[in-house]
């Protein structure tokens, strides 16, 4: 079993990516990319495989991976997401998938579902359902993990542009979030409020280790003192797109 992570490189119309909840300000193309490189740098320095999927220019937010697939043990959900402009997406993501030697499956029409909206904890998985997953995504996602073993638990999300803007959680399976982000945070059973709207998103690298946004240092501290080793990195031309640390990646644990 190895543990891969893949990437898409921030293409040239960057600047065009979609923004919804906040306001729309100019993106630095080349400090993004050099952003994205110290992301890319921080995976592999924690023992993570780097497999880049390959680029689509064409759409300016293919460079937040996550949104085209779900991934469960070693079953890869393709997505359809909630706007038009990144269903093109998908294609690259598959053929990636296909080379690791992944399952794959597919959410279709009328659904939709963006990775971004899909929490997984143990065997629970939660979905956002909100403006980019409609009901019928989650009825598709439940399908076809329920006989593998999930537990898919629909939240509504009214107040962010995804799930995973407003919530993750840690690998003691705590949930933490920004309050005035979480519609229900009763929904998590253990939920633990974070202090800053970007200390939200946090990227498990290992039982011990994260990976969170340099946004966020008070965070990152309460979280140093929980116990856990906390890597900082600098996303904050992906913020202006309302993306965070867990949009730029897709860890997939499969046969390889």
């Known amino acids: 079993m190895s543990t891969i992570a893949l990437v898409r490189r921030p293409g040239p119309g960057l600047d065009s990516g979609l ?29 993570w495989s780097v497999v880049e999927v390959e680029a689509a220019d064409d759409c300016p ?10 991934m469960f043990r070693n079953v890869a959900v393709l ?13 690259g993501t598959r053929r990636a998938l296909e080379e690791l030697g992944c399952s794959i499956n597919a959410i279709k029409a009328p659904g ?3 990775g971004g909206d899909v929490l997984k904890v143990g065997d629970t998985v939660y979905v956002g ?11 598709q996602l439940r ?4 006989p593998l073993g999930a537990r898919v638990v629909a939240v ?8 995973k803007t407003a919530v993750t959680a840690l690998p003691d399976g705590t949930v933490i979030g920004y309050p005035d982000f979480v519609d229900e945070p009763g929904i998590f059973g253990r939920f633990t409020a974070v202090p800053e709207p970007h200390g939200t998103a946090v990227v498990c690298l290992s039982e011990t280790d994260l990976l969170i946004s340099a946004s966020a240092p008070r965070t990152a501290q309460m979280l140093r003192e929980r116990g856990y080793r906390v890597t900082e990195v600098a ?5 202006k797109l309302e993306g965070c640390p867990t949009c730029l990646s897709v860890r997939v644990r499969c046969l390889v």
Do not use: C, M
Not at 20 to 47: P, S
Not at 61 to 70: M, P
Not at 84 to 89: L, S, W
Not at 143 to 146: H, K
């Open 143 to 146: 399908s076809i993990l329920t």
């Open 79 to 91: 997505t359809r997401p909630g706007a038009d402009e990144r269903k093109p997406e998908i294609e």
């Open 19 to 47: 923004v919804e909840n906040i306001e729309k300000v100019h993106v630095d193309l080349d400090a993004a990319r050099e952003q994205w490189e110290g992301y890319v740098a921080a995976l592999k320095d924690h023992g």
């Open 61 to 70: 937010d293919a460079v937040f991976v996550e949104d085209s697939v779900v």
């Open 156 to 163: 509504p999300v009214t107040q962010v542009l995804h799930l």
């Open 129 to 139: 359902r909100g403006g980019r997953t409609n009901a019928e995504g989650v009825a």
């Open 235 to 239: 996303i904050s031309e992906f913020e």
């Open 112 to 114: 939709t579902l963006d």
